[in-house]
């Protein structure tokens, strides 16, 4: 007889998770990142007009994650990975707190931040297990090393693989994200037509799609609540006594 598949969650975190955690982001009414403004740190331009202060400032949201330490639902989710679920998480976030909790299949939309790249050949990375990058450290090519960061206006190379994960899914978990970032948010749209979806998030009863089930907690609490759930029944299901 053939050995039953494991259920499969496909989890899609975004900010909130990481917030959680103390990781300041962005913050969406005004573009800002202790009063720096995503033009002149966060974009091609900015690296090609100021790369000095591009660098300074990863240095210090490198500092903030190095840090930073999981949260409840980072560990919630590494713990059913542990328990026998199959558990593939897609993050838009450049933090390595997924990793830290546990969990083994992390798929970094925009990066890590705890590595460097070259400037010249995106393919060549290198870890920043201590420190950051200066004006004068180089890749292997000779070229300058930048922050391994996918930067507005540029494209998301591992978005085609994302996609094909989040076909798989048995059941799609989208964690603190508003779903306004594109390509990412259209993740939702891969997913098979029938895998239930819910959005974990203070404000899921405004942000949620059409279609999609709505946890109005935050991470920390809504995830965790699922998991147990998810590890009592053995199965991936949506409780309706848990649901807004």
């Not at 039953?4 to 982001?25: C, D, K, N, Y």
């Amino acid at each position: 007889m053939a050995k039953q598949r494991a259920p499969h969650l496909v989890v899609f975190t975004g900010a909130g998770i990481s917030a959680e955690s103390g990781i300041q982001t962005f913050r969406a009414s005004d573009g800002l990142w202790a009063d720096h403004a995503i033009e002149d740190v966060a974009t091609p331009e900015a690296w090609r007009r100021d790369p000095e202060r591009v660098l300074r400032f990863y240095d210090m949201r490198r500092d903030q994650v190095r840090r930073a330490r999981p949260n409840p639902a980072h560990q919630a989710l590494a713990s059913l990975e542990r328990r026998g679920f199959r558990v593939s998480i897609i993050t838009q976030n450049i933090d390595d707190l997924h990793e830290r909790a546990g969990s083994r299949q992390v798929l970094h939309l925009h990066g890590e931040i705890l590595k460097a790249r070259s400037s010249v050949d995106p393919r060549m990375h290198y870890p920043l297990p201590r420190g950051g990058i200066s004006l004068g450290d180089l890749c292997d090519k000779g070229s300058q090393l930048r922050p391994d960061v996918v930067w507005f206006g540029e494209a998301v190379p591992h978005f085609v693989e994302a996609c094909e994960v989040a076909a798989e899914a048995d059941l799609l978990l989208v964690v603190g994200t508003s779903l306004a970032v594109m390509p990412a948010a259209s993740l939702l749209d891969h997913a098979p037509l029938d895998a239930p979806c819910v959005l974990v998030d203070p404000d899921a009863q405004v942000l949620a799609p059409p279609g999609v089930a709505r946890l109005n907690q935050s991470a920390g609490q809504g995830v965790p609540a699922l998991v147990r759930h998810w590890q009592r029944e053995g199965r991936l299901w949506l409780p309706e006594t848990l649901l807004g």
